[in-house]
């Protein structure tokens, strides 16, 4: 920063001497911001000398090159300056610099004393700084794990809907003063998949995998931390962050397990990461993995407390009420019988068919229901054997069922969803009306239709006194207009004498419709 002395400030308000100069370094110890004590110190170097222009320069924690440079006035040509090193306990802290007077002596015996003294005091006075920079610093680091802690607990809450790693790479780029956060997670097929970006151009970077055989992502998923001074030119280590300057890569471990990994790359030509930054990031990167392992738990928790709810429910729906409108029907049935009135025995059967469907509905709830709806839809195969479970209970036996073909992969949801419904139909008939002592189920993905197309055939077979002579049908025209939908059919055949019944339901394998 370069600036002109302040026309209304004389530079009678430092007399030259000793008074002076006690003046000045009682004035430097007032402020302790880094930049305004380095303008300050800047200012009073020129006063006291009566230079045109002064410089202090701060070197960074590794000693390496000036972190802070600041200047005060304009130089001439520069050939008259003085130099002095900023010390604290025998450390270099930076350099001060004058040049060229305003009257155009050469820099005295006096003034080179005068800024030596100075230079300790300013030493002092940057000592103070530092420690009062490092001290926000790690406040609002701290103040950074708080925040993601609490947003990640009170996720859901006041309908806050962020994503919790999004909410990671924000506070870490704002903290960190990055030019993006970044949050990294294992991929499926081995590696570090980005899947949160902060920063101005985010979607570029998401879904990238970076190989686990990469140097780095084999430091982070072993828990180390990586740190680049210039990921540009580390072009055999730098190939998550290959077009920036400085580097963090820190992994997200809480309690010897590796969530993922964060990283904050700044702009090429930034200043590098100082050694405080980097342990506080490392902080900041444990306590996230930390609060995302106590949200991840805490989502568990209010998970299993739905499902177990939805059970309580589902067992309430199938062990009671469905019961009840079994027992009902079972009345209704036998009253129809013992009715001579054709009207009320019509009036009765149409009861009865709402009855099932009233009975069917619950059953769909009751699956829906013990459904978990984070899991992957349950395969055709499980879907099956849970129809035969939950039949078993009314029928007093388990129905045998049989595969044939990769039913899970052959047939699409659509045919499997109403083959799904046919199957419950089927069983429903048989409980009401066959009175079988055994019923096998075949699930056959390898059929075909009178055409030729690739069909999957359920056949549903009982040992029961059959269809009974004028019976309610309503249930066999629900599985003819199910098939039909999808290009099949539906047929019910009869045993010899009517002794038993099967049910043949089939549909082409891919095709769809409700």
Partial sequence: MTSEPPA???????????????????????????????????????????????????MDEAGDDYREFVTYGRAGDLLERIGVPIRVRGRIFGHLYLADRRDGAEFSSQDLHMMRVLATAAGMAIGNARLYE??????????????????????????????????????????????????????????LEIVAVCADTPGSRLGAVFPEDSPIVSALLDGESVFLDDAATESSRS????????????????????????????????????????????????????????????????????????????????????????????????????????????????????????????????????????????GLRTRVLREIKTAAVPLGFVPAVRFVGDVDSAVGEPAGRNLIAALREALSNAFRHA????????????????????????TVADDGVGVPEGGRRSGLRNLTRRAEALGGSSSVETGVDGAGTTVLWQAPLGTGAD
């Fill in 239 to 378: 190939d998550l962050a290959d077009s920036y300057g400085p580097v963090m890569l820190l992994p997200l471990e809480s309690g010897g397990r590796v969530l993922g990994a964060l990283a904050t790359p700044r702009a090429r030509g930034a200043r590098r990461f100082t050694e405080t930054e980097r342990i506080l990031a490392a902080q900041f990167a444990s306590q996230a993995a930390l609060a995302l392992m106590m949200a991840e738990a805490q989502r568990d928790r209010e998970r299993l407390a739905v499902l177990e709810d939805r059970d309580r429910i589902a067992r309430d729906l199938h062990d009671v009420v469905i019961q009840r409108l079994f027992a009902t029907g079972m009345m209704l049935e036998g009253g129809r019988k013992d009715e001579e009135s054709a009207e009320v025995r019509t009036g009765i059967g149409r009861a009865i068919d709402e009855l099932d469907v009233t009975i069917q509905e619950i059953r769909t709830a009751v699956f829906a229901l013990q459904q978990d709806t984070s899991e992957e839809p349950a």
């Fill in 134 to 191: 490092a001290a926000r610093q790690r406040e609002r680091w701290i103040d950074g794990s708080v925040a993601v802690t609490t947003a990640l607990l009170s996720r859901g809450e006041a309908g806050d809907a962020a994503d919790p790693l999004t909410v990671v790479a924000e506070q870490a780029r704002r903290l960190a003063e990055a030019d993006a956060g970044i949050v990294l997670l294992p991929a499926e097929g081995g590696g």
């Fill in 8 to 58: 209304a400030e004389p530079a009678a308000e430092f007399s030259a001497g000793v008074p002076g100069l006690l003046e000045a370094m009682r004035a430097i110890g007032t402020d302790l911001e880094l930049r305004s004590t380095l303008d300050r110190i800047c200012l009073i170097a020129a006063e006291l000398s009566g230079a045109r222009y002064t410089a202090i320069g701060v």
């Fill in 435 to 458: 009175h079988a002592g055994r019923i096998e189920v075949t699930v056959d993905a390898t059929a075909a239709l009178p055409d030729g197309t690739p069909a999957v055939r359920l």
